[in-house]
């Protein structure tokens, strides 16, 4: 079968390119592994923290603005309640670059932001309690991305403008000749003028076929819901939060619709093997007790473990997305890399693919997620 675009990968990023391609025109095939969303990869676990101070950097604002305006124009073109606004909390050392790059992006970009000491914090969420020279910074208009949700309306859009979705059709083998691409799974062979890979943890192996060796590490992550409160703790009295303490940055949510407190540790986790079945929740024995020594110090009035999941993250060494075209191939657009805080940006990403492929360069500057940028590139 002969389309336009085919896009291997239909998780976070791929589904959301399928909708922008196929509602530019382009004949577009997903392929994935998988049914997504599914609980395989990157994107399982009811939801996601989308913030806009960003203490990554200051550079990621202007495409998480254009994400949340997709968001945004995603949940009117579907009526689904995608975004909740809970608002969220940043916490750490004052002095630490990630609470400076926090406050640094607000000023640049005028977004609203609460600064607080710790008794200020204490005061308005009498559940948190901080050292003395930790501070808080509240952005009110952020919040929570409810993630298999949003894979699930940009499916329903790129089907709505002729998207064709393959699930269980692992791709096993690319060959690109010249302006014409071939894809193979297990039993079937598709082409294309161009491609688009979004493999998440799998991306590396892809990649590898064509001759693009990008520093990948796909690492094992835990995260849990606790009994909680509901009246101090649910969506509307409690936000979102990311801490950075002395063990670790942690982040968290409120009791959404009485699911309980969800937690997890950011930084840290083992590396793994997309390949191979991965140890689950428990299975390692510091998997409850670290998220709960957070709680104990930060959140404590919170209550038993209900149940804890593993996910995949897939690092890069500078943490940063890559997000570019092939060098070799102007046809083949990546999308890869989102060491653990890319769903936030998916729509946008999902745009910015498209762009790549339609025009071969974006109308926000993606320029710090180059593949260029790391030097151990084989053969280009
Ligand atoms: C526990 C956890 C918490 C997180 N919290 C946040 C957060 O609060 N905020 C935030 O912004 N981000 C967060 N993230 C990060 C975010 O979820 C990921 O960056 C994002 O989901 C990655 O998207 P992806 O498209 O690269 O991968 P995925 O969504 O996993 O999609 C990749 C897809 O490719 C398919 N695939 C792989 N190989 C093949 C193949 N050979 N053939 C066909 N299909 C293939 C897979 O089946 C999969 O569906 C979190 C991640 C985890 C794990």
Not at 137 to 156: H, M, R, Y
Not at 164 to 175: A, D, H, Q
């Amino acid at each position: 079968m002969q389309y336009d675009v085919i896009i291997i990968g239909a998780g976070s990023m791929g589904m959301a390119a399928g909708y922008y391609l196929s509602k530019s025109g382009k004949k577009t095939l997903l392929l994935d592994s998988f049914n997504s969303p599914h609980n395989k990869g990157s994107h399982h676990g009811e939801t996601r923290i989308i913030r806009y101070a960003y203490g990554e950097g200051e550079e990621y604002v202007p495409f998480v603005l254009r994400a949340q305006e997709l968001w945004n124009e995603l949940e009117r073109d579907t009526g689904k309640r995608l975004f909740v606004q809970t608002g969220v909390l940043n916490v750490g050392n004052q002095a630490s670059n990630f609470m400076q790059n926090i406050i640094s992006s607000a000023e640049k970009y005028s977004l609203p932001l609460d600064i607080m000491d710790s008794v200020e914090v204490h005061n308005r969420w009498s559940g948190i309690t901080l050292p003395n020279d930790f501070i808080g910074c509240f952005e009110p208009t952020s919040g929570v991305l409810k993630c298999e949700e949003s894979i699930k309306a940009f499916q329903e859009l790129a089907e709505l403008h002729g998207a064709t979705i393959l699930t269980n059709s692992r791709v096993r083998e690319i060959s690109i000749h010249g302006e014409k691409v071939s894809v193979k799974t297990e039993d079937q062979a598709f082409h294309s003028d161009a491609l688009v890979i979004s493999a998440g943890a799998w991306s590396g192996n892809l990649l590898s076929m064509l001759d693009l060796d990008i520093p990948l590490t796909p690492v094992r992550k835990t995260f849990a819901w606790f009994d909680t409160d509901e009246e101090n703790y649910n969506q509307d009295c409690f936000p979102a939060f990311a801490f950075e303490t002395q063990q670790g940055l942690y982040y968290g949510f409120p009791s959404i619709d009485g699911v309980g407190l969800k937690v997890g540790r950011h930084d840290g986790g083992i590396q793994t093997n997309p390949d191979e079945i991965m140890k689950g929740f428990g299975d390692i024995a510091e998997d409850e007790g670290d998220l709960v020594q957070f709680l104990d110090q930060f959140i404590p009035a919170t209550g038993e473990l209900k149940y804890g999941k593993t996910c995949m993250y897939t690092l890069t060494p500078d943490e940063k997305f890559v997000i570019d075209l092939h060098p070799k191939y102007p046809n083949v657009a990546i999308a890869a890399g989102f060491s653990g805080h890319g769903f936030k940006f998916s729509s946008a990403v999902g745009q910015a693919l498209s762009n790549l492929i339609i025009s071969g360069s974006n109308d926000i500057d993606i320029s710090q997620f180059s593949i260029t940028r790391f030097n151990n590139l084989k053969n280009i």
